[in-house]
């Protein structure tokens, strides 16, 4: 590889870190923004919002836009318990049960 394109490498990694930020400082995100954020392909979305799954909505009828606050919360549902915080449950629950 030559230096010319491990400089355009370079700047392309730059430019999408900049991108990546400055999404998660706007409110409202368009649908290849909301893509990006949530690292989701285009199609992947799309049927995701044809399917009613994921929060968006379309003020006009045609473009789809996300509340990235909502975005958060639906990425973050349906959390998995951890080893330990199962192991302690159940410790809970047996030790109920011996009462």
């Known amino acids: 590889m030559d230096k010319e394109q491990q400089i355009i490498n370079t700047l392309s990694r730059i ?24 690292g989701y392909s285009s199609s992947h979305l799309y049927k995701l919002t044809s399917w009613g799954k994921i929060p968006h909505y379309k003020p006009a009828g045609k473009f789809l836009y ?27 629950i047996v030790a109920l049960d011996d009462k």
């Open 66 to 92: 996300f509340n990235r606050e909502e975005l958060d919360k639906w990425l973050l549902r349906n959390r998995v318990s951890t080893t330990d915080e199962m192991d302690s449950k159940a410790s809970t």
């Open 15 to 38: 430019e999408k870190k900049i991108t990546e930020q400055t999404l998660t400082q706007k409110k409202v995100l368009s649908f290849q923004e909301a893509a990006i954020y949530t």
